[in-house]
């Protein structure tokens, strides 16, 4: 049996899920990317990572997709924080580039930090795949299509917009709910851009209908596919002390539908995803507690594809 260390101070350091570290190479690499250079309401993302790491402690072993409890015969390794070194905006989203791309070989899970890491991640994952044939599937309340906000053309609500300027084939957005007319215009207009609102999924007459239309679509995706997850995308209640709560999001269940669809898409190579916006609160945990429950169904759903794949 694994024996977890559990006893970590303040939940201040540890290991995912609290496993040991092992010796090898690993299967899943759990990367923290303390990263809060240009949020524009709540703040606090820079702690989300290590308090994500100290509440998976917490979070049970057992996943029903795995014959035996996680790591379920595989490595995972909490790597060192990313070291937040940069004396601009600039240059810290270059470290963040090259701090993802010593992680290439493995499956990366990321934990934020802003959203705004999300082009430097692609900058590494473009180190190993054509961008142009890489569908990003983003869970989030926000569009983040935005082509600059305050002047800053790199701010979180800019991730997508220039993700897309670096090459990446295709957006499929889910859990929309606030956004700019500016970011209605451009998914509308240019086809690189699918998006599925909050209010047509969960609307009580036809979202059914789009739900099920969002799980196919996700089942028909081929090549390379990265997942982000801002948790901003659930409903507040699961994530209050996020930087941007939006009332009127998505369940628990859904997202971990769609996690569990994204790893099972048949021609799809899932290569890594981030689980971002986390702002801890010292006084519920819950915010901190629903990430690290959706970071182990990422890391889960992964080693359930490799399982099917290798048998």
Same mark, same amino acid.
């Given at each position: &049996?694994?024996?977890?260390?559990?006893?970590?101070?303040? !939940?201040?350091?540890?290991?995912?899920?609290?496993?040991?570290?092992?010796?090898?190479?690993?299967?899943?690499?759990?990367?923290?990317?303390?990263?809060?250079?240009?949020?524009? $309401?709540?703040?606090?993302?820079?702690?989300?990572?290590?308090?994500?790491?100290?509440?998976?402690?917490?979070?049970?072993?057992?996943?029903?997709?795995?014959?035996?409890?996680?790591?379920?015969?595989?490595?995972?390794?909490?790597?060192?924080?990313?070291?937040?070194?940069?004396?601009?905006?600039?240059?810290?989203?270059?470290?963040?580039?090259?701090?993802?791309? @010593?992680?290439?070989?493995?499956?990366?899970?990321?934990?934020?930090?802003?959203?705004? &890491?999300?082009?430097?991640? &692609?900058?590494?994952?473009?180190?190993?795949?054509?961008?142009?044939?890489?569908?990003?599937?983003?869970?989030?309340?926000?569009?983040?299509?935005?082509?600059?906000?305050?002047?800053?053309?790199?701010?979180?609500?800019?991730?997508?917009?220039?993700?897309?300027?670096?090459?990446?084939?295709?957006?499929?957005?889910?859990?929309?709910?606030? !956004?700019?007319?500016?970011?209605?215009? !451009?998914?509308? @207009?240019?086809?690189?851009?699918?998006?599925?609102?909050?209010?047509?999924?969960?609307?009580?007459?036809?979202?059914?209908?789009?739900?099920?239309?969002?799980?196919?679509?996700?089942?028909?995706?081929?090549?390379?596919?990265?997942?982000?997850?801002?948790?901003?995308?659930?409903?507040?209640? $699961?994530?209050?002390?996020?930087?941007?709560?939006?009332p009127g999001g998505l369940a628990y269940w859904q997202v971990v539908e769609t996690?569990?669809?994204?790893?099972?898409?048949?021609?799809?190579?899932?290569?890594?995803?981030?689980?971002?916006?986390?702002?801890?609160?010292?006084?519920?945990?819950?915010?901190? !507690?629903?990430?690290? &429950?959706?970071?182990?169904?990422?890391?889960?759903?992964?080693?359930?594809?490799?399982?099917?794949?290798e048998a």
């Amino acid at each position: &049996m694994i024996q977890r260390v559990v006893d970590v101070t303040e !939940f201040e350091e540890g290991t995912f899920l609290g496993l040991p570290e092992s010796d090898g190479a690993a299967d899943v690499s759990i990367l923290s990317v303390p990263y809060e250079l240009t949020t524009s $309401y709540g703040q606090g993302t820079c702690e989300g990572p290590k308090a994500t790491i100290g509440a998976s402690a917490q979070v049970e072993l057992y996943d029903p997709l795995l014959p035996e409890d996680l790591p379920c015969g595989f490595t995972i390794h909490t790597a060192q924080p990313w070291d937040g070194e940069g004396d601009s905006l600039d240059a810290q989203l270059s470290g963040i580039t090259d701090y993802v791309s @010593q992680f290439s070989s493995t499956f990366p899970v990321i934990l934020g930090g802003e959203h705004g &890491m999300l082009p430097a991640i &692609m900058t590494a994952i473009g180190r190993r795949v054509d961008l142009n044939d890489l569908t990003i599937v983003q869970i989030d309340a926000h569009a983040d299509l935005r082509d600059e906000l305050d002047g800053d053309p790199n701010s979180h609500a800019c991730a997508a917009r220039r993700s897309l300027d670096l090459g990446v084939g295709k957006i499929l957005q889910i859990g929309i709910r606030a !956004f700019a007319r500016e970011e209605a215009t !451009f998914a509308d @207009q240019d086809s690189r851009v699918d998006s599925w609102l909050a209010r047509d999924v969960l609307n009580p007459c036809g979202g059914e209908a789009t739900w099920l239309n969002w799980l196919n679509r996700l089942s028909e995706i081929e090549g390379p596919v990265w997942l982000t997850l801002d948790v901003d995308g659930l409903d507040s209640a $699961y994530v209050p002390s996020t930087g941007t709560p939006v009332p009127g999001g998505l369940a628990y269940w859904q997202v971990v539908e769609t996690i569990e669809t994204v790893a099972s898409a048949p021609n799809a190579q899932w290569i890594g995803a981030d689980v971002c916006e986390i702002v801890p609160d010292s006084s519920n945990h819950v915010t901190e !507690f629903t990430a690290a &429950m959706l970071a182990t169904k990422i890391v889960a759903s992964h080693f359930a594809r490799r399982l099917e794949d290798e048998a």
